[in-house]
């Protein structure tokens, strides 16, 4: 596509459900990155994808959160028994090469209440 | 280890004036990439530029320029004659080399500054 897209782009849900957060970079992009923007915080890195591999997922807050991507394509994050400090705006981005720089999705803004 | 610092939590400035945010950054990398974003109240970050440790030319687009220094582990980013419209809260980003042709693992990013420009 044109540009990341994120979905869905505002969710609510109740505290110990699970939910799923789904991302759609730029066509060829080959690596892909997951992060967690809290309310007037900084941008925390969750997880970065090259292909359909995950070698960095330092950022995972907890054993809650997982991340998939298939098809070298779509990335769906999963949170399990969600918790009200998950919260926060999830963002999405990819990039071809590095010097090419990175494309941000607009991002889901997650409601735990 | 990696570390981007944005000492200026918020910055207010009125319209026509020049304002520059800092950012400080550690890595012990010799091969890196520097960014500026910017985040306007809609939410979408907005890419302004990207800078590899190799090149310390200055840079000028329109308003906006950048400073990098490497003497200081510096990118400070000024805005000259601010408008209504440069309200938004900017990050600075790093991101080290790493495989892949390139594409490393991640940005790490600075806890941003908030500038309020006003008419």
């Known amino acids: 596509g044109a540009g990341v897209s994120q979905s869905p782009s505002n969710k609510v849900t109740e505290k110990g459900k699970d939910v799923e957060l789904r991302c759609d970079p730029i066509?060829?992009?080959?690596?892909l990155y997951w992060y967690r923007q809290s309310l007037g915080q900084g941008l925390e890195f969750l997880i970065y994808?090259?292909?359909?591999?995950?070698?960095?997922k330092s950022g995972l807050p907890s054993d809650r959160f997982s991340a998939e991507r298939t098809g070298g394509s779509v990335s769906t994050l999963t949170i399990q028994r969600t918790q009200q400090e998950d919260s926060a705006v999830y963002l999405c981005?990819?990039?071809?090469?590095?010097?090419?720089?990175?494309?941000f999705g607009s991002g889901t803004r997650l409601t735990v209440v | 280890a990696q570390k981007v610092t944005q000492a200026q939590t918020e910055i207010s400035v009125v319209e026509k004036e020049d304002v520059t945010l800092d950012c400080v950054y550690e890595?012990?990398?010799?091969?890196?990439?520097l960014f500026w974003y910017k985040q306007p109240p809609s939410g979408e970050l907005v890419f302004l530029i990207r800078?590899?440790?190799?090149?310390?030319q200055n840079e000028i687009s329109g308003r906006y320029s950048w400073n990098f220094q490497k003497s200081t582990s510096s990118f400070n980013f000024t805005i000259t004659a601010s408008q209504v419209v440069d309200s938004a809260v900017y990050f600075c980003?790093?991101?080290?080399?790493?495989?892949?042709?390139?594409?490393?693992?991640?940005?790490?990013f600075g806890t941003g500054t908030l500038l309020a420009v006003q008419p």
């Open positions: 980003a790093l991101s080290e080399e790493g495989g892949y042709g390139g594409a490393t693992n991640k940005l790490i």
């Open positions: 800078r590899n440790s190799f090149d310390e």
């Open positions: 890595t012990r990398d010799t091969t890196y990439y």
């Open positions: 994808f090259q292909g359909n591999s995950a070698p960095d």
């Open positions: 066509s060829g992009h080959t690596a």
């Open positions: 981005a990819s990039s071809l090469v590095l010097r090419f720089g990175y494309t």
